[in-house]
């Protein structure tokens, strides 16, 4: 479990242990390691999809990881496609049909690969992981339409479960959402006996069981927003509760996360005022524009109600895709397309005339929320971040943009197509009530959509049309559509000998260490928060400190392994390593 503090000990205590320390003979030791600087790491993994016959298109649309590692994607195909050595066609079902897949990151292959749909086109959106079951939701026009040996007609939001054996996986059951309008499924969460849904419906009514939510304008022209829980009998499954979201327009959730029993929802409302429960939020354009909204709902099991909502945005349309919960912190990422947008008391300006990334962070007290951090990147042209995954103070982000140059704090990313997508990862550093970006990277005409962690690599999924470029990586389709792809990074960046750094004084004592460490930096650092990030010989990360502006910094290790650990020391964006070894 990664734990996050502040200094365990005060400075007059360190000081004595210090002397206390060479009193006994220990040296301050500094380890060979230089100083370092991070770099944007290279492109390990690139591989597409191919095609024959059909419209040779194909995408992903979402990715998670189980506990193992293992990477699930769910997304979309037409014609004929192979994933490896896995062959699916959708020729004699309809003209997009759902793909699900796992890929074995020990053995660098597919797995497995499962298809869905009908006469139509079936698109999911969201997939969830809890120990073997593996959950889809999304939206299908067909009727009927076939999840392996089940067979679904009428509705088209849907939320089914695949069961993984490992080598091989099947549809266990399958069930429909919503009423029988415009509705969808967007976002996925899981626990071991229950899977959340977020979605829209533009029907009258929709109904979730036993539970019928009504729309706040039954005309067929508004769109409202749901959350729902199901409880996973195994072969089975019912609706505990569901709860609404909506005004007189059009409002929409795009991301979902759970941290106990809070359930999170983040997305976008049109709205000239949209509810939530007994908390109504305001549309700083006044409905002509879209805002960003985040709500937390506390469930006691059978029931779940709102408990705090903010807003987010400016006058033009902003909207959020992605929402990661990491304890009581909250990330959210999307795109702002107006001159500025406030984020609490965190106002962004926008560098151009496009939509802008943003990533922002919110810290849930309980019975309110509050906007810590707001960071913006980007160009002038169209840019916006679809996905995150948080690994500690790691914020990684991805997403596309459309500008000829764009900017990630000191990293300036140009367009090898300038007018269409290229693809950026990014790395942001939390340190609590400031972020910083630590490096980016690009993929040449792709579309990042998921991003998802497994041990020390990062996985991003998408879109590439139709030549992609990840470094010397080439993922084509001789068809020319578009080509789902799987491309992988490492977590940490290459750490390159820097010119002359303010860290160049790190020292860490004792080196061997048993319970304690002390961590000093030179003075020039003194003015600025550090925070130590503490990796095992994975690079798993173990133990995060966010300290307080000070020379010298006591690092807990209780309850480690005895072990060799790679410690990183960040102040600001500059960055020191020490090996440390825990007896």
């Keep these: ?67 193992s590692g293992n990477v699930y994607l769910t997304g979309y195909f037409g014609g004929t496609v192979s994933f490896g050595d896995i062959v699916l066609s959708s020729v004699s079902l309809g003209p997009y049909d759902m793909f699900v897949a796992k890929w074995n990151t020990a053995a660098g292959r597919f797995a497995w690969v499962q298809q869905a749909g009908g006469a139509g086109y079936d698109i999911p959106a969201a997939i969830a992981v809890a120990g073997s079951s593996v959950y889809v939701g999304g939206i299908f026009s067909s009727g009927p339409v076939t999840f392996g040996s089940i067979t679904v007609t009428g509705g088209n939001a849907f939320v089914a479960k695949l069961t993984d054996a490992g080598a091989t996986a099947s549809f266990t059951w399958v069930q429909q959402v919503g009423g029988v309008g415009t509705n969808g499924i967007s976002a996925l969460a899981a626990t071991t006996t229950s899977v959340y849904a977020a979605g829209y419906f533009s029907s009258a009514t929709a109904t979730f069981g036993s539970t019928v939510l009504t729309n706040a304008d039954a005309s067929g022209y508004t769109v409202d ?89 400016g006058l033009d349309s902003d909207g959020v895709n992605a929402l990661v919960a990491n304890g009581p912190s909250l990330y959210l990422a999307g795109a702002f397309a107006g001159t500025t947008a406030g984020f609490g008391s965190n106002t962004l300006t926008n560098s151009g005339t496009g939509a802008e990334v943003f990533v922002a962070k919110l810290t849930d007290a309980g019975n309110t929320s509050s906007f810590g951090w707001a960071q913006r990147a980007g160009g002038t042209g169209e840019d916006q971040a679809l996905a995150l995954a948080v690994n500690g103070p790691d914020v990684y982000v991805t997403g596309s943009y459309g500008s000829s140059a764009a900017g990630f704090g000191s990293t300036t990313l140009a367009n090898s197509n300038p007018g269409r997508d290229d693809l950026f990862v990014a790395k942001l550093t939390d340190a609590g009530s400031t972020s910083s970006f630590a490096w980016a990277q690009r993929a040449g005409s792709a579309r990042g959509r998921a991003l998802a962690i497994s041990g020390t690599t990062v996985y991003v999924a998408g879109v590439a049309t139709p030549t992609a470029s990840f470094g010397s990586q080439t993922i084509t389709n001789a068809g020319g559509g578009q080509t789902a792809f799987l491309a992988a990074l490492p977590t940490i960046a290459v750490l390159a000998t820097a010119t002359p750094s303010p860290l160049a004084g790190v020292v860490v004592a004792p080196n061997p260490a048993h319970g304690l460490a002390v961590v000093q930096l030179p003075v020039v650092a003194v003015p600025e928060s550090a925070v130590l990030t503490l990796l095992d010989a994975v690079g798993r990360v173990v133990r995060v400190t966010a300290a307080a502006p000070a020379q010298q910094h006591s690092l807990d290790l209780q309850g480690l392994a005895p072990g060799v650990y790679l410690l990183r020391v960040q102040v600001g964006e500059d960055y020191a390593v020490r090996r440390l070894v825990v007896e």
């Design 1 to 67: 479990m990664i734990c996050c503090m502040r200094n365990a000990y005060s400075l007059p205590v360190v000081r004595r242990f210090l002397a206390a320390m060479r009193a006994c003979g220990w040296l301050l030791l500094l380890l060979a390691a230089p100083v370092v600087r991070a770099q944007a790491p290279a492109w390990q993994l690139a591989i597409g999809t191919t095609h024959a016959g059909g419209p040779n298109t194909s995408g992903v649309a979402a990715m998670t990881t189980d506990a």
């Design 225 to 313: 927003a749901f959350v729902t829980r199901l409880t996973d009998a195994g072969s089975t499954s019912s609706f505990a509760w569901a709860q609404r979201a909506g005004g007189t327009g059009i409002d929409s959730p795009n991301a979902l996360a759970l941290n106990g029993s809070n359930v999170y929802v983040a997305g976008t409302f049109a709205s000239p005022s949209i509810s939530f429960g007994g908390t109504t939020l305001a549309n700083a354009g006044a409905g002509s524009s879209a805002d960003i909204f985040v709500a937390k709902l506390t469930e006691t099991g059978t029931s779940a109600s709102f408990t705090w909502v903010q807003r987010a945005g």
